[in-house]
């Protein structure tokens, strides 16, 4: 005998576990900060009491802001974010220390950590549900071309080891192009679940593999585009690889057709090849990463593979288990607080540290993945995908270079880096994350605004219509059905089990234009 789905296992909140795994995360970042102190000056620094209090409120906030507002979110994000940023700070305070002047690095670090805290919380106040970011689709395409341009503009962008990609407000400085590719992300899932069918179209057969209509590629060309004019004009090879990743694979997962992948990878290869040839700064770092160790390039300046070479004898010196927080010497790689702060940490903590630290990056991805594959409104899908691919593409291009495996970029690694604008994108990555977690797993009767309720059948086997909440009127089950906007998640009608009782029907799942499993019976998540 089947069970009604109102007696079925309900999803559990997992917010106390969330709190034992935050409270952990503290007290290692905390550690880690005390042992640079003893490490480098032989005592534990005299501000490490008013440190762990600032981190743990940010943490504790966070986490009860979550609880009360998304308490079926993914109880492992939050947890993770504060571990990597935690440990960040105490690795710029360990730069700092072996600097003549002490620069305060970590506190500022600190400071934006609380901004990027803040916002995260603000967008799960402001985002109560994730399809609600589908109607702004264009307009986030036509922001993140905005943000992008704003350093070519003069007298506001600013030049920086070679690339344009700050703006500057007086003392501060801002990289546009890091809240660019969450709004990007948000343009690509909107557009390509809009025009899909066009993009699997059937086309020309090589090579086994079903290639699309010619005629298909206008959006793939457009991304190329962009990406080679953001190396050209700013001339960031991060960015531009990062923002044309990130399309291909949301391409890919919307498609499902391995030919897109195909075809991104050999755009990319071919403006790859070609940049290398027309623009000396491109030219440069590839030169940097094949010949690294021969004694021209390194002593080449500006330009050489001096920083890299530097890196890599780091972490050889840290070797399997590291030299220790505070023993090591980071400070003598060239921005080691920032583009190579995974270096630094391969010097004290060696190698079994720094797979913990890409394990913590891999469950933040696959804690996404996880939570697009609950989700059955297509839009979802893809922007919990792209997001977590951003995260964990940005990774690989950083861990990349510095290892050598492909050619600097100028990419931060996300949370452990110095970099204000970095920090506070990946905390609203985090944020939006945490959003489509609970809306995808949040139990259907908890959803509030526009659910259906049934009046009460006076007599056995009479039938009542039921009436919409807040309308005022009664609407019979066909009349509901049809009521639904399914582009409007706040307006998305639901007819409880009690209406599928009295009307013989089976209870309605969440309607959602995108529905791409329609004989999955779990609710679809959103909080209205």
């Known amino acids: 005998m089947n069970q009604a789905p109102s007696q079925t296992a309900r999803p559990r909140p997992y917010r106390l576990a969330e709190l034992g795994l935050l409270i952990l995360a503290i007290a290692v970042a905390t550690s880690a900060y005390a042992l640079v102190g003893l490490g480098v000056e032989g005592t534990i620094p005299a501000n490490v009491y008013g440190y762990a209090g600032w981190l743990a409120a940010l943490g504790l906030i966070l986490h009860v802001v979550v609880w009360i507002k998304a308490k079926y979110a993914d109880p492992v ?32 670090q600190l400071v934006w950590m609380t901004l990027g805290v803040g916002l995260a919380i603000a967008v799960i106040f402001v985002v109560r549900d994730h399809r609600w970011l589908r109607r702004y689709t264009f307009v986030s395409g036509f922001a993140a071309l905005v943000f992008l341009l704003l350093p070519l503009v003069p007298g506001l962008g600013k030049t920086i080891n070679g690339a344009r990609i700050w703006i500057g407000v007086g003392p501060l400085s801002f990289q546009p192009g890091e809240i660019a590719k969450i709004l990007l992300a948000i343009f690509f899932a909107g557009y390509l679940v809009s025009y899909k069918d066009q993009l699997v179209a059937a086309g020309p057969k090589i090579l086994g593999i079903r290639f699309p209509r010619l005629r298909d590629f206008g959006p793939i060309v457009i991304a190329w585009v962009a990406s080679v004019g953001i190396l050209v004009f700013e001339k960031d090879l991060g960015t531009s690889l990062l923002f044309f990743g990130l399309f291909v694979a949301m391409l890919y997962v919307a498609t499902a057709k391995v030919s897109w992948i195909i075809l991104g990878l050999g755009f990319f290869s071919a403006g790859a090849v070609a940049a290398t040839f027309l623009f000396s700064h491109v030219g440069q770092r590839v030169s940097g990463w094949l010949n690294a160790l021969s004694p021209e390039e390194y002593n080449k300046t500006p330009g050489g593979s001096y920083q890299l070479v530097q890196g890599l004898f780091g972490m050889s010196n840290g070797g399997l288990i590291g030299t220790g927080f505070g023993e090591g010497r980071p400070n003598m790689v060239p921005y080691a607080e920032s583009d190579f702060i995974y270096a630094s940490f391969g010097e004290e903590i060696g190698l079994a540290g720094l797979f913990v630290l890409l394990l913590c990056y891999l469950f933040i991805f696959q804690r996404g993945i996880r939570t697009a594959q609950q989700l059955r409104d297509g839009f979802g899908i893809l922007l919990a995908t792209g997001l977590s691919f951003t995260i964990a593409l940005q990774v690989f291009v950083v861990v990349g270079g510095v290892t050598r495996l492909i050619p600097l970029t100028g990419l931060t690694t996300p949370f452990l880096a110095q970099g204000g604008s970095s920090l506070i994108a990946n905390w609203m990555i985090i944020a939006l994350l945490l959003r489509i977690s609970d809306n995808a797993r949040r139990p259907v009767e908890e959803f509030h605004t526009g659910v259906l309720k049934v009046t009460e059948d006076p007599e056995p086997g009479k039938n009542t219509a039921p009436a919409a909440v807040g309308t005022g009127a009664a609407v019979g089950p066909a009349a509901s059905a049809n009521a639904v906007d399914e582009d409007d998640p706040t307006t998305n009608l639901r007819r409880t089990d009690d209406e599928a009782a009295t009307t013989n029907l089976p209870p309605a799942r969440g309607q959602d234009s995108d529905n791409t499993n329609p004989t999955d019976s779990r609710p679809s998540g959103g909080e209205r």
């Open 77 to 108: 994000l939050v947890p993770i974010a504060v571990l990597l940023n935690g440990l960040g700070l105490a690795m710029i305070y360990r730069v700092d220390l072996g600097r003549k002047e002490y620069l305060g690095s970590a506190m500022t």
